[in-house]
């Protein structure tokens, strides 16, 4: 499976990253019922695992939340290699906007 890997900074505390991450996950799904269906998060410490089933596609990684910056890492379907360059663009478009500092 193709690999995906994205490094996104921030200027936040770690804690108030952390909490917008893992309430991010949620609300992507309400958002987005018809889409993404299956999900599990788990969490232990900055460290979260995630998988979901989107448009019949399965998606899996891990995030990692540190002091200054968020490591999204996560295995698409080859059916998605195609669009891999527009995936990662616009997870990291949404991960900055989540990420921005008021």
């Known amino acids: 499976m193709p690999k995906l890997e994205l490094n996104i900074p921030h ?3 770690q804690a108030e990253a952390l909490n917008r991450i893992q309430n991010f ?6 958002q987005h ?7 599990e998060e788990s969490w232990n410490g900055n ?3 995630f998988k ?13 939340v540190g002091e200054d910056f ?3 890492t996560g295995e698409l ?15 990291r ?10």
Do not use: R, Y
């Open 77 to 91: 379907p080859f059916a998605a290699l195609l669009f891999k360059g527009t995936i990662e663009d616009t997870i």
């Open 11 to 13: 200027e936040l505390s």
């Open 47 to 49: 460290t979260g695992e």
């Open 70 to 72: 968020v490591i999204i």
């Open 33 to 39: 019922s018809d889409k993404i269906k299956d999900l």
């Open 25 to 30: 996950l949620p609300k992507l799904k309400e």
């Open 52 to 64: 979901f089933n989107i448009s019949g596609f399965k998606v899996s990684g891990t995030l990692q």
């Open 93 to 102: 478009a949404k991960a900055m906007e989540l990420l921005k500092k008021e």
